[in-house]
């Protein structure tokens, strides 16, 4: 797996919590889960079988991977590459990210990512020359 | 419990509680070795909302831990009694900062560097850089009464505390001091309050004690071969009259592994010597600087550095600073941990001493030290680097732990200095503070909240022990139970 490869920084993280100040998701929510710190210590749960990867997923997937964490990070742990080996194999389980697959869905059906009408695109027109 | 969760969801919202177990593992472990899983978290956004849920809680009797940033270095914010977790961080609002009365009033989720920044544009200050930075709260910080890298100077928080509000576990809010600077009123409850750890009561208010920011401000540096030169260069500095920001020292050890991994190059010492000086101008500056570096020159200062930019400062504070990453390069996997001899404090001319030994205490047992020491207060941190998968590691950690601490005791010095008991120093508290003090407290914890609800676990007031009511991060943890087998 993947995501063994990266064990090490998972271990290293100390859990001070410099990577929360920087990071654009955790701001917005001030949601333990959704930082750095927060992700390494599940990660860790879910290496030791305290956790099931679909009790992950989701928050595994609530990262920009912007790297403003590692930057933050006294030991630089590259957080972004062991989010990205997490989500290969969530991935690989059968459990990617919904809302990429929906984005995907919708570029086909109406060629953009939103699910719009494309007419709307004519009313955007419209209106800027209004 | 769901019923509980229902009723806290109708006080706080259902945004503002958690309870997936994703999100309570996330919440279950600081920097020390425990894993200690709250039953929700709960988030409340003002004042009344902590009011009701205390008072619910209270009814209950069930275990209440408040938390800041999570960033207890002893175990302070974990929920080693399950329950909820009462998370300040969504009660971050700055309410108002003022240049006329030199006063902030904030609420506790606001992040330390946040406020600063905030500060900075107004030509002011909170001079309490703690090392935790935007990790920390405010609320953290003063429940803790914790110092900062200028406590030096500037003292411990508690000094900087004008006015609180609190609620208490039975929802009754209590209201401490004013925009005035002084009171003199009976009990300083204030002081009472800080350094509780959350066991006493709710900070949902402060009001702040603020300093002018001085304009320019100077770093400085020297390397020692021997650790009584630079101990006495830095008393001398004290002795000098000038208001130094901050005085630091960090062993040989530490500073030859930091040069190696980061190729920096510096000289074969015992100990270097790192410091900063303000001015409120460039002449008063210039004059504390020519006073300094002349001190550490007489005192066997060699290789001493004024630093003004960013790049020069870095590299003079990296012994202190970078040994976690210095050290994960060379022995990848390794870690530092919270342990109960990580803030002792010594007499000042005990601090060379104190250094050496308590790094060879730790080094005898064939794992890592740093040893880092605040050399005008006499605060001395030993950083013990272990593989957390290595079972004689812990034991090796617990064994210097309690040798250090008799050490210290010994030569007149007090266990704990900075970051409090939390849970991590349950098993000392009796022992540094004596059985009468221990029984006062647990007289006054009673009085407060007499079902002893608030953060339980913690400062040795309702147990002595640890290690027994939690989980541990690695199997490999060696428990005190373990240890006397």
């Known amino acids: 797996m993947a995501l063994e490869k990266h064990r090490h920084i998972i271990m290293e993280c100390v859990s001070c919590g410099l990577c929360q100040s920087n990071c654009p998701i955790y701001k917005q929510t001030n949601l333990e889960s959704n930082s750095a710190k927060g992700k390494m210590t599940i990660l860790f749960a879910l290496l030791e079988g305290w956790l099931n990867w679909d009790e992950v997923a989701e928050r595994m997937y609530e990262c920009t991977t912007c790297k403003n964490c590692q930057a933050t990070c006294l030991s630089g742990l590259d957080i972004p590459a062991v989010v990205e080996a997490a989500r290969a194999e969530l991935v690989k389980r059968g459990l990617g990210n919904k809302i990429s697959a929906q984005l995907v869905e919708n570029m086909q059906k109406t060629h953009n990512p939103f699910g719009e009408d494309p007419k709307a695109r004519n009313r955007l027109k419209e209106l800027a020359e209004a | ?485």
């Open chain 2, 1 to 485: 419990m769901s019923g509980t969760i229902k009723q806290l969801i109708q006080v706080v919202g259902e945004t503002n509680v958690v309870s997936a177990k994703v999100d309570r593992i996330a919440y279950s472990r600081d920097l020390t070795p425990y894993f200690a899983v709250p039953d929700a978290i709960v988030f409340p956004m003002n004042t009344e909302q902590v009011v009701k849920v205390l008072t619910l809680l209270n009814e209950k009797g069930m275990p209440v831990t408040p938390r800041g940033g999570g960033a207890s270095f002893q175990g302070s914010s974990l929920a080693v009694r399950g329950g909820i977790l009462l998370d300040l961080s969504r009660m971050n609002k700055i309410i108002e900062i003022s240049n006329e009365d030199m006063i902030a009033i904030v609420q506790p989720g606001v992040r330390y560097e946040t406020f600063e920044h905030e500060l900075q544009k107004k030509g002011l200050t909170f001079p309490h850089d703690v090392g935790s930075h935007d990790a920390a709260t405010i609320g953290g910080i003063l429940a803790s009464d914790s110092n900062g890298h200028h406590a030096y100077r500037h003292g411990r928080v508690g000094a900087w505390i004008q006015g609180m509000e609190v609620v208490l576990v039975d929802g009754t809010i209590l209201r401490l001091g004013t925009r005035a600077p002084r009171y003199n009123m009976g009990y300083n409850l204030a002081a009472l309050f800080a350094g509780s750890e959350g066991t006493l009561g709710i900070i949902t208010e402060a009001t702040l004690k603020l300093a002018p920011r001085m304009p320019v401000e100077a770093t400085v540096g020297a390397f020692f071969k021997n650790l009584d030169g630079l101990i006495n260069a830095s008393l001398a500095i004290s002795m000098s009259g000038i208001d130094a920001g901050t005085l630091e020292a960090t062993d040989g050890y530490t500073v030859k592994t930091i040069s190696d991994v980061m190729n920096l190059g510096f000289p074969t010492c015992e100990g270097n010597f790192v410091g900063d000086v303000q001015g409120f101008d460039e002449e008063n500056l210039q004059r504390k600087l020519m006073v300094m570096e002349r001190i550490l020159e007489e005192h066997g200062g060699e290789d001493i550095t004024i630093a003004r930019d960013e790049e020069t400062i870095n590299k003079l504070w990296a012994p202190r600073l970078e040994i976690d990453t210095a050290i994960v390069k060379v022995h990848p996997g390794y870690r530092e941990f919270g342990f109960a001899a990580a803030d002792p404090c010594v007499p000042l001319s005990k601090q060379a001493e104190a250094i050496r030994e308590i790094g060879r205490i730790i080094r005898s047992h064939d794992i890592i030290a740093a040893v880092f020491c605040h050399t005008g207060i006499g605060i001395i941190h030993p950083a013990v680097l272990i593989d957390p998968r290595n079972k004689e590691h812990w034991v090796a950690m617990k064994k210097a732990e309690q040798e250090i601490l008799e050490y210290v005791v010994g030569i007149g010095g007090v266990v704990t200095a900075e970051h409090g008991f939390g849970y991590v120093k349950n098993q000392y508290v009796r022992q540094a503070v004596g059985s009468i003090k221990l029984e006062l407290d647990k007289k006054i914890k009673k009085l407060l909240d007499p079902k002893g609800i608030l953060n339980p676990g913690k400062m040795g007031l309702d147990t002595e022990e640890r290690d027994s009511d939690v989980g541990f991060i690695y199997k490999e943890y060696v428990t005190d139970q373990e240890m006397t087998e």
